[in-house]
């Protein structure tokens, strides 16, 4: 009975932090769920037009033979007799898997160490609340999360298959779930929200690592597939050959992990990490205390890390686009999904590359310029201020530095591209030519760069930002297939840019795209300078 009890007071008031926490995060949580079922939706609506024939879907699995692909999908099912499941579950489940995990370990980290280290858990524990209660009630959002858009994700696909449906949405939510209990885990070692979840997405990198290399060595998955949780719920097999039995490994691992979690929990202070912090130099440098040095110490990690995945993945896609001469003579209609020049079918293919990467620095550089706002809020910025710092060298600094850093990605992604065909082509011009290509997009992400330091210049909501990030992502992927009218296209940024290096560039819409960049980026100067701070 005593230790009834005792376990009742650990976990008291937890129903009344899952509603705060609940409340705090239900339009978060409305966007993660639309953004799945649409994306996924129009998915398979663009692979039903792209492949509608048995020898069109044929012709795609042969493509599954290239190592590239497979560490980029996910393990190949049902190659011999190759049906429109077997695809959407070869194409879609790794992309999807991994946007759940991403969306678990930012709620888990937001959560649960984020109310740590902004203070507001103390105002909380001011209350008669269990030891454990917040990090249940965490736990408990990212469950609920993640529940909601495992049924998103089986209404987006239930045409293809309801059995195969439900189990694409079940293994999608156990695995953001898995992903959120790594997250809460990772918030009990260390001290800092962000330090929490580089180190989560560190380990889905590593798991999304594992799983490739492990696929690679058997198609259908080695041994080495075993030791990631992305593989137990890309080995359901779906749409092919169904089995429930892998998503006991991704059930009992969330339940190992996150029993781990609340043990932990009762053996730190509020506040503090396991892990011992280091120790910092007794004085910063000249550098470090301006506005410049900061941003630059605070997002280099961040830019570093993204890069250098990003690169990894455009290699791997630089690898393809010498494969797409047989795909096309096989499957005609994959003109209408990507605009591919016949003239020269790999370098149009390997300029369409670069325009889809291109979509990686946009996310990143919109999301570390809206830090700024977030900074704001939560009090840093006027510690800024209060140092003698102007709001417009802050602004500038902060916004420079994020503006640079997703320049310097995209060219990143051009050599990673350039340096995958030179890998399959043994052609080390490709290296040059698609390095340079990427410089054409950098006033496309200057520009989005610039509308979300208008966005944190304003107090406008964030969403406007993501919202054209969204809207740049349905353009590049599934425009020419939607046939989306030209007047829609046009409002973005990367639909202006020329497909270097297969066109020429053209100083026009590149130079109109850094004025309007200019004329935001003085707008959010402006409206700074002028309102209150958060």
Request: hydrophobic content about 55%; overall charge neutral.
């Amino acid at each position: 009975m005593r230790v009834r009890t005792l376990a009742r007071s650990r976990y008291a008031a937890t129903p009344f932090v899952l509603r705060l926490y609940l409340r705090l995060e239900r339009s978060w949580i409305l966007v993660w769920a639309v953004s799945f079922l649409t994306l996924m939706y129009l998915s398979v609506i663009a692979m039903e037009q792209a492949y509608p024939t048995q020898e069109a879907l044929q012709a795609r699995a042969g493509l599954m033979s290239n190592p590239a692909a497979i560490m980029m999908t996910g393990p190949a099912f049902a190659l011999d007799d190759y049906t429109f499941g077997a695809m959407l579950a070869n194409e879609l489940s790794l992309w999807t898997y991994i946007p759940a995990a991403i969306m678990s370990i930012l709620l888990a980290v937001r959560r649960s160490r984020g109310e740590e280290e902004t203070g507001r858990l103390e105002v909380l524990a001011a209350m008669p609340l269990g030891r454990h209660a917040p990090v249940a009630a965490a736990a408990l959002t990212v469950a609920i999360a993640n529940l909601i858009v495992a049924a998103a994700i089986t209404l987006a696909v239930a045409s293809v298959g309801v059995a195969d449906a439900l189990a694409f949405g079940i293994s999608a939510g156990l695995t953001g779930i898995l992903f959120g209990a790594v997250a809460l885990l990772c918030g009990q070692m260390t001290e800092h929200a962000k330090t929490a979840s580089g180190l989560a997405f560190g380990i889905l990198g590593l798991a999304v690592i594992v799983r490739g290399f492990g696929d690679v060595i058997e198609p259908t998955g080695s041994w080495l597939s075993w030791f990631s949780p992305i593989a137990w719920a890309q080995q359901t097999r779906l749409f092919t050959d169904l089995r429930w039995w892998p998503l006991l490994f991704t059930v009992s691992a969330t339940v190992l992990i996150a029993g781990l979690a609340m043990a932990l929990n009762a053996r730190r202070d509020l506040g503090a990490g396991l892990l011992p912090t280091r120790s910092g130099p007794a004085s910063a440098s000249d550098f470090l205390a301006t506005p410049t040095g900061l941003a630059v110490r605070l997002l280099s990690g961040t830019f570093v890390a993204w890069s250098a995945g990003l690169f990894v993945f455009a290699v791997a896609f630089g690898s393809l686009a010498t494969s797409i001469d047989t795909l096309l003579a096989d499957n005609p209609a994959i003109g209408e999904w990507v605009a591919i020049s016949t003239d020269d079918l790999t370098l149009s293919f390997a300029s369409v590359i670069v325009s889809l990467l291109a979509l990686g620095p946009l996310i990143l550089g919109c999301s570390a310029i809206l830090q700024l706002r977030r900074d704001e809020r939560e009090g840093r910025l006027s510690a800024l201020l209060t140092a003698g710092f102007s709001r417009l060298r802050i602004y500038s600094a902060w916004s420079a530095v994020s503006s640079a850093g997703a320049a310097l990605t995209m060219v990143v992604m051009g050599a990673g591209t350039g340096l995958g065909l030179f890998l399959v082509t043994g052609d080390a011009s490709w290296a040059a030519s698609l390095t340079f290509a990427s410089l054409a997009y950098i006033p496309a992400i200057i520009l989005v760069c610039a509308l979300s330091a208008a966005v944190v210049g304003t107090a406008a909501p964030q969403s406007l930002a993501w919202s054209l990030i969204a809207f740049v992502a349905l353009e590049v992927y599934l425009g020419d297939l939607l046939s989306l009218p030209g007047w829609l296209r046009n409002l973005s940024p990367i639909a202006h840019t020329p497909l270097v290096p297969y066109e020429a560039p053209a100083a026009a819409p590149l130079t109109v795209m850094a004025g309007l960049a200019i004329v935001l980026g003085l707008l959010g100067a402006l409206s700074l300078s002028r309102r209150d701070i958060d």
